[in-house]
């Protein structure tokens, strides 16, 4: 069995970058871009269109040098970089981009060459010359990929000499001054550029061979950066060259100038010939490869993953590219072709040039042999949309929306691949510098942001408390629930992976959901409660249900000590299984003298409850007791500033107990017998009234719904609910 061939950097990247850069719009269009742009204009083209095409190329060989590089060149890279999402919906923009170019090279060809012959120049005629052509080269793609990277030597050597004619040829079309800038009546400099633009383009031919190369890592970077620096080289010279050496009007009018004015007119002719149909040739070699390494990773069909003969040629998609070049030919305007190129090629350069930067920016295991500063790769992001904007923001806009499309539909068909895409080390990075920020910052009196330790236990109604928990922690604040499984032996515990719970029910919360063994359900609580959390985002909140028929229980007692020393927040859920939390329409906030702290924390949990979609349209009341007569007025106006102060929107009302001195909890009853949720402040007392406190709490709640009880940690302000002094 033949050993597969493999190329080197220059067979392999060199040679196909540089002739695809060196084609048709060097030959055919750059007379056109110096006539309309002037000779400083022209630079300042050339030099933009570099900028973008080194910045990609620095940071396209950077990551090559990093990660393991397989078939499919860019669409590999990005990827296993970005993700299959991302770097499919770039990776089926680029393949359309190429198969069109190929259009571009073989549009360019037609027109050199039904002028050479004089067998006809319009439109109709270029798509029968190109389409012809195209069946053509084709034909030699499927006969060997070898022999079609072998011609490019005579291809190349064909460009130099015909060069070589232009430099030394006459000087019948020498201008009396050469124009710097654009004159009048000239195209404007956004058409220019973006016909220009695909000339520069030609460096991913030799990535998309990515597959066929010996070794990718030490060939992508060498081939593909000098391909570009002496394009670069070329065009410049080139450029100065024609802009003192045929006046502005003939290079406008005329595309075939640069043969005509050549000392051998068949060299460039042969040049011009060899360019455009290797290039086409380089996009019918490089665009079925892309294509079939997005199959093999099941992003597009499976058919085009096939491929034939021991190189694994793909036929198949191959065949596809034939058809889509072809449509491109179909439309027969080169300049047309050019424009919609390069909206292709520039969205998927901005994208390969934010891949290096969030690689090298965010990703600890990026450790590329080829380093370069990662600010290169933010500059070829901004300037690839900065200058689509320029060129046409509705063309930008649509491409923009094409990608996310591919990027949601390749999303929602959740396609695996074997590769860690960057995106968890960018959110590493945030999450990192945000706990920074966050732990730097000392200040106390901050809003609270709810950080809440769950224990929902297993039930039929635990998803209510789930939902509320979710609920009162607002739109910010982070829910981690625990599943304590009882172990008396605990001789081993769960290893971490198994500590994590992925249930649905957590997930489409948003609540964090964790599973641990204890040998006591109080001490693993205290223990969770004690070192759960770390700087920056300490958890702030203990939640769980009511605990009923435990008044007697010591374990329960030392616990809520532990608790209170710990200084948490404590949200206790009474359920009722019969009204759940009934319309979600009434919310009742009962404050008495001793509510200071926990008035605050009842006004903050409320704002979080009407910013939820389920209690959005509920009415809250403040129920203040008056005991001691105080003038309904004066407390009325207090109470109101206090809420006003933290803008929620309540009903207050003020209910006089100075005559009869009810029970505060009677007066709950009485009052908020029929509301769907009643939040009521836990007092201080010793420890040892505990028992007696759950007795008459659990009495409370034989009356009236759903629950939550609080008490506030030292961190939230105190209220002056003591109105006496005020009588």
């Known amino acids: 069995m033949k050993k597969i061939q493999k190329f080197g950097s220059f067979a392999g990247v060199f040679t196909p970058s540089l002739l695809t850069i060196l084609g048709v719009i060097m030959y055919m269009r750059l007379g056109w871009v110096v006539g309309n742009a002037g000779l400083i204009g022209a630079i300042v083209i050339i030099s933009i269109a570099h900028v973008i095409s080194i910045t990609t190329g620095l940071s396209i060989s950077s990551v090559a040098t990093d990660k393991k590089i397989g078939a499919g060149g860019v669409y590999y890279v990005l990827s296993r970089s970005m993700g299959i999402p991302i770097g499919g919906s770039i990776g089926i923009s680029?393949?359309?981009?190429?198969?069109?170019?190929?259009?571009l090279y073989l549009i360019g060809f037609a027109e050199s060459f039904n002028d050479f012959f004089d067998i006809g120049m319009t439109i109709t005629d270029f798509r029968i010359t190109g389409s012809i052509a195209l069946v053509a080269i084709t034909i030699l793609a499927l006969i060997s990929t070898s022999i079609a990277l072998k011609t490019q030597y005579i291809i190349l050597t064909a460009i130099a000499v015909s060069l070589i004619s232009i430099v030394f040829g006459t000087r019948d079309f020498v201008p009396d001054t050469v124009n710097m800038v654009a004159t009048e009546g000239a195209v404007p400099m956004e058409i220019?550029?973006?016909?220009?633009?695909?000339?520069?383009?030609?460096?991913?031919?030799?990535?998309?061979?990515?597959?066929?190369?010996?070794?990718?890592?030490k060939s992508i970077p060498k081939g593909t950066l000098w391909a570009i620096g002496v394009g670069l080289v070329?065009?410049?010279?080139?450029?100065?060259?024609?802009?003192?050496?045929?006046?502005?009007?003939?290079?406008?009018?005329?595309?075939?100038?640069l043969m005509k004015m050549a000392l051998f007119s068949p060299a460039v002719v042969a040049g011009i010939w060899g360019a455009t149909l290797s290039s086409?040739?380089?996009?019918?070699?490089?665009?079925?490869?892309?294509?079939?390494?997005?199959?093999?990773?099941?992003?597009?069909?499976?058919?085009f993953s096939k491929?034939?003969?021991?190189?694994?040629?793909p036929v198949n998609a191959l065949i596809l590219v034939f058809i889509i070049a072809e449509a491109g030919i179909l439309i027969g305007e080169l300049d047309v072709i050019a424009r919609v190129v390069s909206m292709f090629y520039l969205t998927a350069y901005g994208f390969i040039n934010i891949a290096f930067f969030l690689e090298n920016w965010a990703n600890p295991d990026f450790q590329p042999t080829f380093k370069i500063k990662r600010w290169i790769g933010l500059l070829g992001f901004f300037a690839c949309f900065a200058v689509m904007f320029k060129l046409d923001m509705i063309a930008m806009f649509a491409a923009l929306a094409i990608i996310a499309?591919?990027?949601?539909?390749?999303?929602?068909?959740?396609?695996?691949?074997?590769?860690?895409?960057?995106?968890?080390?960018?959110?590493?990075?945030?999450?990192?510098?945000?706990?920074?920020?966050?732990?730097?910052?000392?200040?106390?009196?901050?809003?609270?942001?709810?950080?809440?330790?769950?224990?929902?236990?297993?039930?039929?109604?635990?998803?209510?408390?789930?939902?509320?928990?979710?609920?009162?922690s607002g739109r910010t604040g982070i829910v981690t629930n625990f599943k304590l499984i009882v172990d008396k032996d605990n001789d081993k515990p769960l290893k971490k992976t198994e500590q994590i719970v992925t249930d649905e029910a957590f997930s489409d919360l948003g609540i964090f959901a964790r599973q641990i063994k204890v040998d006591n359900i109080y001490t693993g609580i205290k223990n969770i409660a004690t070192t759960f959390g770390f700087s920056g985002v300490e958890p702030n909140t203990i939640m769980m249900g009511w605990p009923k028929g435990l008044e007697d229980s010591k374990e329960y007692a030392e616990m809520t000590e532990v608790l209170l020393h710990l200084d948490y927040n404590l949200l206790y859920l009474d359920f009722d299984k019969r009204t759940k939390f009934g319309n979600y329409k009434a919310v009742d906030l009962w404050w008495r003298e001793t509510d200071s702290k926990n008035a605050e924390m009842m006004l903050n949990i409320a704002r979080f409850i009407i910013a939820s979609p389920r209690w959005q349209d509920t009415n809250i009341r403040v129920l203040f007791v008056n005991n001691n007569n105080v003038d309904t007025a004066i407390v009325y106006n207090k109470i109101y500033k206090l809420v006003e102060d933290l803008r929620v929107d309540v009903e207050i009302e003020i209910i006089h107990n100075a005559v009869q001195q009810r029970a505060f909890y009677d007066l709950i009853e009485k009052y908020s017998a029929t509301t769907d949720l009643t939040l009521v402040g836990i007092p201080n007392y010793k420890i040892e009234q505990q028992a007696e406190f759950i007795v008459k709490t659990n009495q409370l709640f034989e009356t009236i719904g759903s629950t939550l009880l609080v008490k506030a940690a030292h961190n939230f302000n105190v209220l002056d609910l003591n109105f006496i002094k005020e009588k």
């Open 307 to 313: 491929g034939k003969g021991r190189n694994n040629e």
């Open 405 to 472: 499309s591919l990027y949601f539909w390749l999303q929602r068909k959740e396609v695996q691949i074997q590769s860690n895409d960057v995106w968890r080390s960018v959110w590493e990075n945030i999450v990192n510098k945000g706990l920074k920020k966050i732990n730097a910052n000392t200040e106390v009196q901050a809003s609270w942001n709810p950080n809440i330790i769950l224990f929902s236990g297993q039930s039929a109604h635990q998803s209510y408390l789930l939902e509320l928990s979710k609920t009162v």
């Open 234 to 257: 070329v065009y410049i010279s080139l450029a100065i060259f024609i802009a003192v050496s045929i006046d502005s009007e003939t290079l406008k009018s005329d595309y075939n100038i």
């Open 94 to 103: 680029l393949y359309v981009g190429t198969a069109l170019s190929i259009a």
């Open 192 to 217: 220019v550029f973006a016909v220009f633009f695909p000339a520069v383009t030609g460096f991913t031919a030799g990535i998309a061979m990515s597959g066929d190369l010996k070794d990718p890592k």
């Open 280 to 303: 086409a040739l380089g996009g019918i070699l490089g665009g079925p490869r892309i294509l079939q390494a997005m199959s093999m990773d099941k992003v597009t069909p499976k058919v």
